[in-house]
């Protein structure tokens, strides 16, 4: 086959789609209802309106989704902790820590987690204020297992040591005679 040549030539079955009659064509015809020509010619700030408003709500989908990422880490977390027991070993407190340690790192860096998302189009109060609850529930399932592990002093037993010593007062009656 000669270089330039079109591949159709050597085909058994070909369709030529140009069209070369003088008659009447579709051009002719009427477009059909609903459909306006004039929608294809918008001017580019509407274009521009537009795609600034897909991406507004782009942002806004994903600082909820962010907002809502803790939730699932709090379910795995909170298995784990079941997992571990309400003993005090080497695991438990590794994974108690972890519950604790998780939630304060994410607490301090919220500003940088939706810097990504910040447009003035979205409000990201609502996201932030989500995923600030999240973390601080994270927490506290952190604070209530050092509880049971009985980590935490809670009761007056853990305290006798800054108490000062009870003063013994003698019942014996010749006691205070000699003085």
Excluded at 86 to 111: E, K, N
Excluded at 115 to 133: E, W
Excluded at 137 to 157: E, I, M
């Amino acid at each position: 086959m000669e270089k330039g040549k079109g591949v159709a030539m050597g085909r058994k079955w070909a369709v030529d789609f140009t069209d070369n009659s003088t008659a009447s064509s579709s051009r002719d015809i009427s477009d059909p209802p609903g459909f306006s020509r004039t929608s294809a010619d918008q001017d580019d700030s509407t274009v521009s309106r537009q795609k600034k408003d897909a991406e507004a709500n782009w942002k806004s989908q994903k600082a909820w989704e962010v907002a809502q990422a803790p939730f699932k880490n709090l379910l795995m977390m909170g298995f784990m902790m079941w997992m571990a027991g309400s003993t005090v070993h080497l695991f438990s407190i590794g994974i108690t820590f972890s519950a604790l340690w998780q939630p304060l790192s994410a607490l301090q860096g919220v500003g940088k987690v939706f810097a990504p998302y910040k447009d003035s189009k979205v409000d990201l109060l609502a996201p932030k204020l989500l995923f600030i609850a999240l973390n601080l529930g994270g927490l506290a399932l952190g604070v209530w297992k050092l509880n049971t592990l009985g980590l935490l002093p809670t009761h007056a037993s853990d305290w006798v040591s800054s108490l000062p010593p009870a003063q013994v007062q003698s019942l014996n009656p010749l006691a205070c005679t000699m003085s």
